[in-house]
């Protein structure tokens, strides 16, 4: 279009026009299944008493923010993404007796296992009393917080599909409330 024909139009400000890309490939049926074809996964275990000894150590760590102590389980087969496997995050969530994680949310779904101990999550308004051996489901986007309201260290498992999300470079954080975060843009909550 020549500019003598364009639109008056109120736009961003544009800081390069794009012909091409050299990270846009094109390729056959010959060269794409071999590329998306991936090694596959080495069985892996990860022995709960190493897990108690981290959890130990990260137990004594000050809250910040929305922050939580976990311990991530991360297989190293899994590469960029990060997680226990390519599209799942798996973690052990302890939060010490009296304490409360102050409300969050993320496009990731969340689900709790509880290990040890008892207290209650508000969940979008709603609140779901817990002990162990309970499970509960978080939908993605839900406002969720969490208590302890027993006598010792709440234990929770908590599976996500947070790295599914970040591969396809669309995670998104809200911790703590009002504060918007997109992995894309390489931040990550609690960052000054």
């Not at 009296?98 to 709603?126: P, T």
Request: hydrophobic share 40%; with cysteine.
């Amino acid at each position: 279009m020549s500019e003598d024909n364009a639109v008056n139009l109120k736009t961003s400000p544009v800081t390069e026009v794009v012909d091409r890309t050299e990270w846009a490939q094109m390729m056959t049926d010959d060269e794409y299944y071999p590329f998306l074809i991936k090694k596959n996964l080495r069985p892996a275990i990860w022995r709960w008493q190493d897990v108690v000894e981290r959890l130990d150590v990260v137990m004594k760590d000050p809250l910040r923010n929305a922050d939580r102590r976990f311990i991530a389980l991360v297989h190293g087969d899994t590469g960029e993404a990060g997680g226990v496997f390519p599209s799942i995050f798996l973690g052990i969530q302890a939060i010490n007796p009296g304490e409360h994680i102050v409300a969050h949310r993320h496009n990731s779904y969340a689900l709790y296992h509880i290990m040890q101990g008892e207290g209650y999550s508000i969940l979008d308004g709603k609140r779901f009393d817990w002990k162990r051996g309970d499970t509960f489901a978080c939908p993605p986007m839900a406002s969720h917080e969490h208590i302890n309201t027993g006598t010792e260290p709440a234990i929770q498992y908590v599976i996500q599909d947070m790295p599914a999300r970040a591969m396809e470079r669309n995670l998104i954080w809200e911790e703590p409330m009002g504060h918007v975060f997109h992995a894309v843009e390489g931040n990550r909550p609690h960052q000054p």
